[in-house]
């Protein structure tokens, strides 16, 4: 554990990402996600190390029932941590929690003298607030399972959970674990407790022993040991505190005579996962106008590479963070977000509390449904089908960056939306839905003194590499291998 170093302020600042905090502890402890807990008063105990306490922020997604307890609501209503939790959207996805860590971060650096920011997380989301902090004076400690380091803190301050996750994890059994010494206690003196997974903590964390347990009932629970003296030990324990009417039974390896509702036959299983195949990574052809062609114009423009499963990252923190510079250091005027803005509400809501007017533009509702003409583009890779085409040559363009914005001129001028597919660099074929469009189109590019020629719906006179008759492909071997369709007949027969 680093040693606490004296800032212009001695508080720390603690902020955690539950999602995170669990999935990668989870994964580093080799136990289900959804058995996996942290106690997070222990576990800021346990960070602040007995130095003063400034502030805790946490957040997370919508917890499960079984994690509820002393992981959320005891954090929020008893011991005053500023706690907010998402909803996860349609696809059990979560939104909001880490662009809400980045401006509390941001709020902090702003509004107080600089002191320790402790991260709890190895999300490389959080890369740039943290360096941030770091050049305002603050000092910086991440904090986070070793699998789930982000190679961006390397060269912060780091401590490792794993050191210290005794004193802080516990593990909610959904179904009994086997070979393990198992001693019951039960009561009704357990309704009485607060939290009852409080005492059970309590006895896990003094013997610096992970804390395992299942509840049978409201009055009834089995509590997991290695080995047989670590049985005996908090058999004693627990008779020690002297709880009215409570039962404590030791029930060794043996079980059956206490069976859970859970146990049996569970050879059959399903799973109930949603989600979506990614998507390829975005292609040249995007880069063009999107993002290299902005960056001729002057604008502010960031990019991050993907992640596995080409998961985007860090795009939202980074957005949050430019709108928490502007919200503090700039005058009010009007903040406009381009996006549907569900991942922003913090962000949106310290703009308005410095009084600063909020428009939101997205697809769905806003702005972009209304005017995509004026701006979207489309281009094909491959050949559109049911379209009327016109071939245009435009090798007097040599900047590969600026070829589309004539194509793009047209098109928006006249309220339509632009789709073309590029043959190679210097011819393209425009796509229309009408032939008075194709025709209109014709004599606007003439207009231009540029090489253009109507190939109406028929192409064929101007094949594309990938057109053609594809039944008979030649392998390196020279012998034909015969198309999908010509299978599929060859199966029917």
């Known amino acids: 554990m680093p040693e606490p170093t004296v800032y212009a302020s001695d508080l720390v600042y603690i902020f955690i990402d539950y999602s995170n905090v669990v999935h990668e502890g989870s994964r580093e402890c080799s136990f289900p996600n959804e058995s996996f807990n942290v106690d997070l008063n222990r576990l800021v105990t346990t960070v602040c190390n007995e130095r003063k306490l400034g502030g805790v922020f946490i957040a997370g997604s919508t917890p499960t029932p079984a994690k509820d307890e002393l992981a959320w609501r005891r954090a929020e209503h008893h011991h005053g941590f500023n706690v907010e939790i998402f909803p996860r959207n349609a ?288 281009t094909g890779t491959y050949p559109l089908k049911s379209k009327y085409v016109l071939k245009i040559s435009v090798d007097i363009i040599k900047d590969r960056r600026l070829r589309n914005e004539p194509i793009m001129e047209y098109y928006f001028t006249h309220n339509l939306l632009c789709q073309f597919y590029w043959i190679d660099d210097t011819i393209a074929h425009l796509y229309f839905s009408s032939e008075n469009q194709l025709q209109h189109a014709s004599n606007w590019w003439k207009s231009k003194d540029m090489l253009i020629e109507k190939l109406g719906k028929d192409i064929k006179n101007d094949k594309l590499p990938h057109e053609g008759n594809h039944t008979s492909i030649q392998n390196k071997t020279g012998h034909s291998i015969p198309s999908t369709s010509k299978k599929r007949r060859q199966i029917h027969r």
Request: hydrophobic residues 35%; glycine residues 6%.
């Open 91 to 378: 696809f059990n996805k979560e939104e909001g929690v880490d662009v809400h860590l980045a401006c509390e971060i941001k709020t902090v650096m702003f509004t107080k003298i600089p002191g320790t920011l402790i991260l709890i997380t190895g999300d490389s989301d959080f890369s740039e607030p943290v360096n941030q902090a770091k050049e305002k004076k603050w000092g910086v400690e991440i904090w986070s399972w070793p699998k789930g380091m982000a190679k961006t803190f390397k060269s912060f301050p780091y401590v490792s959970l794993k050191v210290h996750y005794l004193s802080f994890v516990y593990i909610a059994r959904k179904r009994p674990p086997k070979d393990k010494f198992v001693l019951k206690i039960s009561g009704n003196i357990i309704k009485s407790w607060e939290w009852k997974d409080g005492p059970i903590m309590e006895y896990y964390c003094t013997r610096k022993l992970l804390c395992q347990f299942y509840w049978i009932n409201d009055t009834t629970a089995h509590l997991y040991f290695k080995r047989e003296d670590q049985l005996q030990d908090a058999s004693n324990w627990w008779k020690s505190k002297d709880y009215p009417d409570m039962l404590v039974e030791k029930l060794g390896k043996d079980i059956k005579n206490d069976k859970m509702l859970h146990e049996g036959n569970h050879t059959n299983i399903q799973n109930n996962i949603v989600g979506s195949t990614p998507q390829a990574a975005s292609t040249p052809p995007k880069e063009e106008l999107s993002r290299e062609r902005i960056e001729d114009l002057g604008l502010d423009v960031k990019t991050f590479s993907r992640k596995a499963l080409n998961k985007e990252k860090g795009a939202d923190v980074h957005l949050a963070c430019s709108i928490m510079d502007v919200t503090y250091f700039e005058n009010p005027g009007t903040l406009i977000l381009i996006t549907d803005g569900s991942n922003f509400s913090t962000a949106i809501k310290k703009a308005k509390e410095k009084k600063w007017k909020v428009e939101k533009c997205s697809w769905p509702k806003g702005m972009a449904r209304d005017h995509y003409r004026s701006f979207a583009y489309v």
